[in-house]
C-alpha cells in the first residue's frame, strides 16, 4: 500500500486515488457502535473464501470465487459489506447493481468505487489503519520443485497449528489498553483518550512500553555504568511500527 507512518498516525482519512478516503476510527466511534460489532466489521474485511466455509461448513471448492463476488449473490451480504464500508471510508457508500460494484460520493458527487479489481488494496488499507497485519497465506503455485511444495504446506500447517495453541491474552484487550495508557499517560486520562484513534492508542501502548523499559535500563547505567556498552542512549526514539 506504500501508506507512511504519518500516514498511519495521521487523524485524517487517508486518500487513495480512484477509491476515497479511508478512515482511522477514533475510539469514540468505535464506543458509539459496540467494539464487538466493530470486531465483526473487521472479521468481514478480513475474510476470505476459507474462512465463510468454515463458517458454514461448506467445503471449500478447488477453485474458490473471488470473496468480492461471493458479498454481492446475497443481499444481506451486500447490505452488511455497504455498512462496513461506509464506517471505515469517508464518503457515503452505496452499492450499484448496474455496475457491480459500491460507489462513493461526497457532496452528492461520486467520487470513486469499489470493485473487485481494487477490493484488495481497500481491504489491506483498511486493515493497516486498524493497526492490523494481514496474514500472507504462501502461494503454492509458485512452488518451483516438488520438494519445495512439500516445505510450503508443512510451513502452512504449522501456522494453522501454532495460532489454535495461542490463547487470548487478556492484558492486550482494547478495553484495558485503554485503561492503562489514560492511567500511564502523562497528558491522556479517561476523558480525552477517546478522541485518539484506534491506531493512535496503539502506538501510545507500544510507545510508553518501550519508553519504561528505557527508563529503567538508563537508571540501572546511571547507578552502575555500562562496562558492556549495551545501553542504547537513543532507543527512547527508535520506531515502534516496524
Known sequence: ???SYFDL???????IVGIGGIVSPKLRDISAIGYNTYQYYLSIIQMDFKDLSFITGQKAPINPPDIFDLFLTDNSFTSLMQTILNFFLEEDVSYSDIHKAFLLQKNNVISGMITKDN??????????????CQRQEADLSKAKSKKALEIMKKLQKGRVQKAKQNKT??????GNIISAVANKSPSLNILNIWDLTIYQIWDCFSRISNNSIYDIQS????????????????AWFKRVDM
Open 1 to 3: 500500500m506504500g501508506l
Open 9 to 15: 498516525l495521521s487523524p485524517n482519512p487517508v486518500p
Open 219 to 234: 537508571m540501572s547505567v546511571a547507578a552502575w555504568g555500562d562496562n558492556d556498552n549495551r545501553f542504547d542512549a537513543s
Open 119 to 132: 477490493y484488495p488494496q481497500v481491504r489491506e488499507a483498511i486493515c493497516l489503519r486498524n493497526c492490523i
Open 169 to 174: 491474552d487478556h492484558n492486550m484487550e482494547l
